[in-house]
């Protein structure tokens, strides 16, 4: 009997990390169990374009990090605690094994989003996501040598490729949408296709 893949089925549900009763303090304990979980760099202007990547994301089957629910992370900020902020920080991206960094006008203006990248360079598989409107050639060139992903489409092509499934079954079972489908949930904050490659 074929099996019928419907969202039920097809994964686990996903959620934000900062809910999940595990926090890795080691860097390695996370590599060797597999764990898989986008941190989700963003400037705090760009709070509401980040929550909708991170939905987009959680409705895909992927575990993210995003400190909107890090209740610890923003009574730091609130208190202007650099450390408790620093530590915060640093344990999501240790729980991680992947950091999307959203990039608008704003980024330019961060100054915690370059101490994230710094942070999780080396340690995370790092991309880079262009808001809508990012003309080509502006992003800071701290973060021109990570993957770019400049549309709908390439956002897609990189949660398939994290969660080793297809992209027409992501698709088909409603766990993604295509970038060409106007009710995309995505289509307000980012291109659906850019023809144009950024490099």
Same mark, same amino acid.
């Given at each position: 009997?074929?099996?019928?893949?419907?969202?039920?089925?097809?994964? /686990?549900? %996903?959620?934000?990390?900062?809910?999940?009763?595990?926090?890795?303090?080691?860097?390695?304990?996370?590599?060797?169990? =597999?764990?898989?979980?986008?941190?989700? #760099?963003? @400037? @705090?202007?760009?709070?509401?374009?980040?929550? /909708?990547? %991170?939905?987009?994301?959680?409705? %895909?089957?992927?575990?993210?990090?995003?400190?909107?629910?890090?209740?610890?992370?923003?009574? #730091?900020?609130?208190? $202007?605690?650099?450390? %408790?902020?620093?530590?915060?920080?640093? /344990? =999501?991206?240790?729980?991680?094994?992947?950091?999307?960094?959203?990039?608008?006008? $704003?980024?330019?203006?961060?100054?915690?989003?370059?101490?994230?990248?710094?942070?999780?360079?080396?340690?995370? +598989?790092?991309?880079?996501?262009?808001?809508?409107?990012?003309?080509?050639?502006?992003?800071?060139?701290?973060?021109?040598?990570?993957?770019?992903?400049? +549309?709908?489409?390439?956002?897609?092509?990189?949660?398939?490729?994290?969660?080793?499934?297809? @992209?027409?079954?992501?698709?088909?079972?409603?766990?993604?949408?295509?970038?060409?489908?106007?009710?995309?949930?995505?289509? $307000?904050?980012? +291109?659906?296709?850019?023809?144009?490659?950024?490099?």
């Amino acid at each position: 009997m074929e099996r019928v893949w419907t969202k039920e089925n097809f994964l /686990k549900m %996903a959620l934000n990390r900062y809910y999940y009763p595990t926090k890795y303090e080691s860097r390695a304990k996370v590599i060797s169990l =597999g764990v898989k979980c986008v941190f989700i #760099s963003h @400037q @705090q202007n760009d709070k509401d374009a980040a929550r /909708k990547i %991170a939905d987009y994301l959680i409705n %895909a089957g992927v575990d993210v990090y995003f400190d909107e629910y890090d209740g610890d992370l923003r009574i #730091s900020h609130q208190s $202007n605690n650099a450390r %408790a902020v620093t530590d915060s920080i640093r /344990k =999501g991206i240790n729980n991680s094994s992947h950091m999307l960094v959203l990039v608008s006008p $704003n980024t330019l203006r961060s100054t915690w989003v370059p101490f994230e990248i710094g942070y999780g360079y080396d340690k995370t +598989d790092l991309s880079v996501l262009c808001l809508k409107g990012i003309p080509k050639g502006s992003l800071p060139e701290y973060i021109r040598t990570a993957n770019i992903i400049r +549309d709908i489409y390439d956002f897609n092509i990189k949660i398939s490729n994290v969660l080793e499934k297809s @992209q027409s079954l992501l698709e088909e079972t409603k766990l993604m949408s295509s970038y060409a489908n106007s009710a995309n949930p995505l289509s $307000n904050v980012m +291109d659906a296709m850019i023809n144009d490659p950024y490099n």
